[in-house]
């Protein structure tokens, strides 16, 4: 049995994983951070996919060129993100106009360039269903750490958008939206995740590669189901999401 990490900062770690057996998706938000990405998803290229986006808590729009050449480069990122929105308190309210266009751009590229796209969103479920009909022309939308309800996560797909839901260290903190998403949502358009080494538990200093073990235990359970059979979905959403053979 192995596990997939959804979304994880393999260039932010201390200490790496052990990269011979796990599937893991690295996030970048810098161009130092793509590059230590890049070098290891050439080291472990069945193990080790990325992603690279501008973070909406810092929308900076001189990373857009970069995105756009890498995309068209022979090592492009596999996922472009996170990518989104967040308006969880005055100072990242305040870059909300620059959020949305990058956001707009993001999605552009997506669609031009036919690749997924990973979405952090935080008091902006609004934002998101207002850009449905972009959403529906992109190959996969995952949502990060996903914070909205039941009810949004279905009626985003209802509407037509190929959405993956993730879910992390929340439901190991008891987070009610995560819990009551992850019992009731499908299966097979679910995918786990850690955040390594953010979103800390309390006590924490940070969170580990291995806590994805954790993550996947608590969903078996609360879904009553065998870990192994659990792992085996989790694997097949995340090489649909990727396209891996």
């Known amino acids: 049995m192995r596990y997939c990490d959804a979304h994880i900062h393999l260039a932010q770690l201390s ?14 938000h810098s161009v130092g951070e793509w590059e230590k990405n890049a ?3 050439k080291k472990y290229p069945s193990h080790v996919y990325t992603s690279f986006g501008l973070h909406p808590q810092n929308p900076d729009e001189k990373l857009l ?17 996170e990518i989104g929105f967040d308006l969880f308190n005055e100072k990242y309210k305040a870059s909300e106009k620059k959020q949305d266009a990058v956001w707009q751009v993001c999605l552009d590229l997506a669609i031009f360039y036919k690749k997924p796209i990973l979405v952090h969103t935080r008091k902006a479920m609004h934002k998101i269903f207002n850009s449905i009909p972009a959403l529906k ?3 996969a939308v995952i949502f990060h ?13 209802k509407k037509g958008v190929h959405a993956f839901f993730s879910f992390g260290k929340p439901l190991l903190n008891g987070h009610k939206n995560a819990l009551s998403s992850a019992a009731k949502l499908g299966l097979d358009c ?17 969170t580990r590669p291995e806590d994805i073990r954790r993550v996947y235990e608590k969903l078996a359970n609360l879904r009553d189901i065998p870990i192994a059979v659990l792992a085996r979905q989790i694997e097949k959403n995340f090489k649909t999401l990727l396209e891996i053979a």
Do not use: H, R
């Not at 050449?69 to 993100?81: A, E, R, V």
């Not at 750490?145 to 797909?157: D, T």
């Not at 679910?190 to 006590?203: H, R, S, V």
């Open 15 to 28: 200490v790496l994983p052990d990269m011979s057996e796990n599937l893991f998706c690295s996030a970048s």
């Open 39 to 41: 070098a290891l998803q």
């Open 65 to 81: 060129p970069f995105l756009e050449n890498l995309l068209g480069s022979p090592q492009p990122p596999d996922i472009i993100g």
């Open 137 to 139: 022309k992109i190959p």
């Open 145 to 157: 750490s996903y914070p909205g309800s039941f009810i949004e996560a279905e009626s985003l797909l």
């Open 190 to 206: 679910i995918l786990l995740e850690t955040d390594a080494p953010y979103q800390t538990l309390k006590g924490e200093k940070e």
